[in-house]
């Protein structure tokens, strides 16, 4: 028996502070550019604010990407339009630089980290700060057999959970959560599909690289066979992710989890986050309230999981390439916002009666303006026609 409680984190993770949202909320109405002017960039603000419990929001200063990577045994169905098993060679693209998201991280100073869970590959050439969370080579194929044992959907868990300690304790402030994966569209859709009561054929996208119809429809079928060995295990969510999960997706869940107890705020990227996401919101219903939706990968999967955690994608730009590049993408937009609440000056106070009470009286005494001049005069003028009389 599993020594994990997921029900554990029902108590152990808490809301943003409210308090500070609603301060930041009339802040915001105070400042010079009227609320709503800015769209969006208001909520995304006061979000951040409330995240760090903090009016006005800080900058974020130490953001960083991590990529969960693994392979998974249903790419030999040939769902992917990648070779089973080649995860590794995306995840040494990143490695070398040469990756969509390594060159964005570049230019945006924002550090890559890939944990490598479940590639199928020999750890040995992997450098150690990658393959060091390593729970198995490769995932099962889950359309026929569970994707991990209940002991690895375990240690998948815990790994996520140890990954963003780490990053809490090193000062992260911001994650963008993505994954390096082969065939893990696959196993995100039956989570979604499962967890949403829906159909394989509503879930099913075309992946990253957009695969043809009959490939779309192997995918389908193997959703569909997958969602029959799904539905018995849904009141447990770890032995779900051992079913019809992945050690990357188990590793995010648990990644997810503890990055809300420790309240560090989150943006995801596409359907295999989003599915991890779903999951660990069936754990701890708060849990959403620390995450940011990046942006829209067009995977009907994600769709569906978005709108039952009633997130909204902060970007509409249909990239589809994984690997953390849309929700990267977002993160200029999400410190812009924090930039212009924090930074845009309050309208000064208008003149109460009581000040301008004060100022007639400044008037009378001669120390005001030519008002005051003027009535002085007035007073002199008095003054000498009693003389005359």
Do not use: Y
Request: charged letters at 25%; hydrophobic letters at 45%; glycine letters at 10%.
């Amino acid at each position: 028996m599993s020594s994990l409680n997921l029900d554990d984190f029902t108590d152990l993770i808490e809301r943003p502070d409210g308090g500070t949202r609603r301060d930041a909320e009339e802040r915001r109405e105070r400042q010079t550019v009227p609320p709503g002017a800015l769209g969006r960039l208001d909520e995304l603000g006061e979000w951040l604010s409330a995240a760090q419990s903090s009016v006005p929001v800080k900058p974020i200063e130490r953001p960083r990407v991590i990529l969960f990577a693994g392979d998974h045994g249903v790419a030999e169905l040939g769902v992917s339009a990648r070779p089973a098993g080649s995860a590794a060679e995306l995840v040494r693209a990143v490695l070398s630089g040469e990756s969509p998201v390594a060159i964005l991280g570049r230019r945006l100073d924002v550090p890559v980290r890939v944990v490598d869970v479940a590639l199928d590959c020999d750890p040995d050439g992997l450098p150690a700060e990658v393959a060091g969370h390593r729970v198995r080579r490769g995932s099962g194929r889950v359309d026929i057999e569970d994707a991990l044992t209940a002991e690895e959907a375990e240690a998948a868990v815990r790994a996520g959970m140890a990954v963003a300690d780490e990053e809490a304790d090193s000062g992260t402030d911001l994650v963008v959560l993505g994954d390096v994966s082969v065939g893990g569209t696959t196993p995100a859709a039956t989570l979604v599909a499962a967890l949403c009561g829906t159909d394989a054929s509503v879930v099913t996208g075309r992946g990253g690289v957009p695969i043809d119809d009959l490939a779309w429809m192997r995918k389908c079928a193997a959703v569909r066979d997958s969602l029959r060995r799904a539905r018995p295990v849904l009141g447990d969510q770890l032995e779900l992710l051992a079913a019809v999960g992945g050690a990357d997706i188990a590793a995010m869940t648990g990644f997810l989890l503890q990055s809300a107890v420790r309240r560090t705020p989150v943006i995801l990227d596409g359907v295999v986050a989003a599915a991890a996401a779903l999951v660990a919101q069936r754990v701890a219903f708060r849990a959403p309230d620390w995450w940011l939706a990046g942006h829209s990968s067009g995977e009907p999967a994600q769709a569906k999981a978005l709108d039952r955690m009633a997130l909204d994608p902060v970007l509409e730009q249909g990239v589809q390439v994984g690997e953390g590049v849309g929700a990267l993408l977002a993160l200029p937009l999400v410190r812009a916002a924090a930039a212009l609440s924090a930074e845009l000056p309050e309208r000064k106070a208008e003149p109460t009666a009581e000040a301008g009470t004060g100022d007639e009286t400044a008037a009378k005494t001669g120390t005001g303006d030519g008002t005051a001049t003027k009535t002085a005069t007035g007073d002199g003028a008095a003054a000498a026609a009693h003389e005359a009389e």
